[in-house]
């Protein structure tokens, strides 16, 4: 198996970089500060071999008609709900504010992607995949957060759309680390190449 990225053929896809996410709280932006360093290197490595860059980014209604409504028994964090509690469970990034903006670490150029999205993969509902097709694009490089969230369910979607993915495991974080590891460890390889930041820019070398 290649660990070589074919500069054309290839996308890094930043997943929900938002300051809505990253500065939520003190644990929040700690807990990203080295994910997004990490981030930068990537994006840094994918404009000099002059790969596509797309980014997807959470884009909800205020009143949240177009988000999911869908009955579960806990939110995100584990925490139990009543199906009359769901939509005060709904996503809190509300497009066209502050905290929808990619942080600014990571701001995309004028010619890169931003993609916006109603759901947890950056697939489902958007034109992720018109344009990477468009493009020429079979290999993506996928990091962001949450691991357990966003980034799981764009790479299940990408391994059925058929694209080579790569996970960068240091440029990915969750609240729950558990999770992340358990993800990076053993379900990630069946999918995907798992590899550090150092790896992957390597790879683009």
């Not at 890094?12 to 970089?17: G, I, K, Q, R, Y």
């Not at 290999?139 to 058929?162: P, Q």
Request: hydrophobic share 40%; with cysteine.
């Amino acid at each position: 198996m290649s660990d070589k990225l074919d500069r054309a053929r290839t996308c890094l896809v930043l997943f929900d970089f938002l300051r809505g996410h990253v500065e939520r709280d003190a644990q929040s932006h700690n807990r990203f500060a080295p994910v997004i360093a990490n981030a930068s290197l990537l994006l840094d490595a994918a404009r000099k071999a002059r790969s596509m860059v797309a980014y997807a980014r959470a884009d909800h209604r205020a009143d949240r008609q177009t988000s999911a409504h869908t009955l579960r028994d806990t939110d995100n964090r584990l925490r139990p709900l009543r199906a009359d509690d769901i939509k005060a469970h709904m996503p809190t990034i509300t497009a066209g504010t502050r905290e929808a903006d990619i942080v600014p670490q990571l701001a995309p150029l004028e010619d890169e992607f931003v993609v916006p999205k109603h759901r947890w993969s950056a697939f489902h509902g958007t034109y992720l995949d018109l344009a990477l097709r468009t493009q020429g694009v079979n290999t993506i490089v996928l990091c962001g957060g949450s691991t357990d969230v966003g980034i799981a369910s764009t790479a299940f979607a990408a391994r059925d759309l058929d694209y080579n993915l790569v996970i960068v495991s240091d440029a990915c974080t969750s609240p729950e680390a558990d999770n992340h590891d358990q993800l990076m460890r053993r379900v990630f390889p069946r999918m995907a190449r798992v590899r550090t930041t150092a790896q992957v820019v390597e790879m683009w070398s």
